[in-house]
Structure formats: structure tokens, C-alpha cells
């Protein structure tokens, strides 16, 4: 599963001089510029960052709006992903995203098969291989006639395919109903706030991944208002982690899970 995208990096490269200088755990600043960042790499990071926050803001939305859900609610956040990723991108930039994001998935289960890792069948999340296809078909099913190239390149079976119109339309009726209600139509409180811790681990992909966080919560505040608040947390947790707290209302970034993004 190897394919180069270029993509994105929408801010990230006119960061204000505070966003792009902080210091490292040692002490020395770390400059976020051009020149320190793979390009590819970078947009691999920043999509696995950006589907990894709306899936949490999905849980989020699911716990403050006490949206009733009648399968596993881990699948319900992932199918979040997709919708509100094809309603902020143009065309290009969702494809790349949606792609890096599964090649994340299929990663991860190649990695546990080369470790001999038990698949963990009793766990709330799907299998990782089927969340690569869950994510591929319902990409698919939102323009069939458009992304059938794109279905074929990341090996989406035909008997699947046949269902992934039906599985959007769906996901749209779910989920586009919701993102409808909580437009914002008027002036007033943000209502995601950002916490950030300035370590960055001493790497640059960690800062660059949080200032996407950083522009994210700031489109998020422009377009949404429900009436409850969400704090967003970016923070070491010794652990390579994203997690949404119901009884906080709050999600937790880990630097860690952003370090884990960037591949050779």
C-alpha cells in the first residue's frame, strides 16, 4: 500500500510566528518551516490526525446531543468521519485524505499479523482491516460514478461495492441531518476549546500536527454551534492515544498518536 500524495498543508505553512516557534522538552526551539517537513509525509500525518479528531468530535456529538445510536458507537464515530470529511474538502483533498487515512488502518493490521498479535475480536472497535474497508466503501458509495477508480486501486470487492451507495445514503441521512442542525447561524461562543501543552516530543511533524488541530477547532467554531461545550486537549500522554471523555466532554490529542503517523 504505497502511494505518494502532496496535499493539503491549507495554514499550515503561514502558521503566525508563535505557531510555528515553540520549545522543545530540551529546552530548544523548534521551527516549523518548509524545508523541516517531507511534504508527503506531512499530509500522511495531517490525515490520520484530522480523521482521528472527527472521529472523537463524533463521540462527542453523539454523548451532547444524546444521539441515539443502534449499532456499536465506535462505528458510528468512523462513519462521522467520512461524511464531515467530504462536506470540508473540494474532491482531491477528501480522496487523499480518506485514502491515507485507510492505508493508516491497513498498516496497523499488517503490523499486528507481522507481530502475531491475537485480532482482538471482542473489542468496541471493528478489526482494523475492517475499518479500511468500511472507510473505502462508504467513500465510494458518496459518487459512484467518480470513485470507481478509486475502489478498484484499494481493492474494494465487488460484492461490497454493490451495497456502498445504500451504506452513504444512510450515513448521509444519519449524520448530514445532524451536521444540519448544529450549523452556526448566528454569532457567539466558540463552542470547542483548545487546550495545548507546548511539548512537541522534540519533533517537528508533532508541532506541524498541532497547529492542524489548532486551524481544525477554529473551522469547527466558524461552521458548527451546538449549545454544549467540547474541550479539545493536546497533550503528552505516554501512550499513542486519542480518547473522547463523556463525562468531561473532552478529547484528548496525545502527541504520541501523532509521532506514530510518520513513516519512512
Not at 80 to 104: C, G, M, R, Y
Not at 217 to 232: C, G
Not at 234 to 256: H, R
Request: glycine letters at 6%; charged letters at 30%; proline letters at 3%.
Amino acid at each position: 500500500m504505497q502511494k505518494f500524495i502532496v496535499f493539503l498543508l491549507v495554514g499550515l505553512m503561514s502558521s503566525t510566528a508563535a505557531d510555528a516557534k515553540k520549545q522543545s522538552k530540551g529546552g530548544d526551539p523548534i521551527v516549523v518551516s518548509p524545508e523541516d517537513l517531507d511534504r508527503s509525509v506531512m499530509s500522511y500525518v495531517e490525515a490520520n490526525v484530522l480523521a482521528t479528531m472527527y472521529h472523537e468530535l463524533g463521540h462527542a456529538l453523539i454523548d451532547g446531543l444524546s444521539l441515539p445510536i443502534f449499532s456499536r458507537e465506535e462505528d458510528a464515530a468512523d462513519t462521522f468521519v467520512v461524511v464531515i470529511t467530504d462536506k470540508f474538502f473540494d474532491a482531491e483533498q477528501a480522496e487523499q485524505l480518506t485514502w491515507a487515512s485507510a492505508d493508516q488502518y491497513a498498516r496497523d493490521a499488517e503490523e499486528a499479523e507481522k507481530k502475531g498479535q491475537e485480532l482482538a475480536v471482542w473489542s468496541t472497535h471493528s478489526l482494523d482491516l475492517q475499518r479500511y474497508y468500511n472507510l473505502i466503501c462508504l467513500y465510494y458509495g458518496g459518487n459512484v460514478q467518480q470513485r470507481d477508480d478509486f475502489a478498484e486501486e484499494n481493492g474494494l470487492p465487488s460484492d461490497r461495492a454493490q451495497t456502498c451507495e445504500e451504506e452513504r445514503e444512510l450515513a448521509e441521512t444519519s449524520w448530514g441531518g445532524v451536521l444540519d442542525d448544529i450549523k452556526r447561524t448566528r454569532s457567539g461562543p466558540d463552542w470547542i476549546v483548545l487546550d495545548e501543552d507546548v511539548d512537541t516530543l522534540g519533533n517537528s511533524y508533532v508541532l506541524a500536527a498541532q497547529s492542524v488541530i489548532r486551524r481544525e477547532v477554529a473551522r469547527l467554531n466558524e461552521r458548527f454551534a451546538p449549545d454544549f461545550e467540547v474541550k479539545v486537549v493536546i497533550e503528552n500522554c505516554n501512550e499513542e492515544n486519542a480518547f473522547y471523555s463523556p463525562g468531561e466532554g473532552k478529547i484528548t490529542m496525545c502527541n504520541e498518536l501523532s509521532r506514530s503517523y510518520v513513516h519512512d
